[in-house]
């Protein structure tokens, strides 16, 4: 990436490269103090770009985020693989304390809805505006209106 892109990417508000390293800071301390500040930072960070990961989200390698931070809310018990691409205003909710596991590899379009004790498998392809609420096979592609699957690999 040349200085251009990297200025105009920065301008954007999706530069996040400082944002990951202190979340994977926070994942290695065990300092209690310096895992809250380190939090605090986080925070702001997320909010000032509308977005949200919790606290004890387990994220593998960093995501692919097109668009930044922007409108993503990740829930602090979900679990995302290596590789993802999630893109504008995507909630990967809980219920009852239990949220969504995202195999690697996978895709999330604009809008889309992960909620509940649900597995996505590796390589699955999640279309904009769907609403998920079950398991999902590994290579599938799942649509909105109603959510179904409608290939799979």
């Not at 996040?16 to 979340?23: E, G, H, K, S």
């Not at 590789?83 to 995202?102: D, F, K, L, M, S």
């Not at 895709?107 to 769907?130: C, P």
Request: some cysteine.
């Amino acid at each position: 990436m040349n200085l251009r892109e990297r200025l105009m990417d920065y301008s954007l508000g999706n530069h996040l490269r400082l944002y990951w390293r202190l979340f994977r800071m926070r994942e290695r301390t065990g300092s209690r103090l310096l895992a809250d500040v380190l939090t605090f930072f986080l925070n702001r960070t997320a909010h000032k770009r509308g977005g949200y990961i919790g606290r004890g989200a387990r994220i593998s390698g960093v995501p692919s985020l097109p668009h930044g931070l922007h409108g993503i809310y990740i829930s602090r018990y979900a679990s995302i693989g290596k590789g993802c691409r999630i893109y504008q205003n995507v909630t990967i909710g809980e219920v009852n304390g239990r949220a969504p596991q995202i195999g690697d590899g996978c895709l999330i379009g604009a809008n889309a809805v992960l909620v509940g004790d649900i597995r996505v498998g590796g390589g699955a392809r999640i279309g904009a505006g769907a609403v998920v609420s079950f398991d999902v096979p590994a290579g599938a592609t799942v649509v909105a209106q109603p959510p179904r699957v409608i290939t799979r690999d």
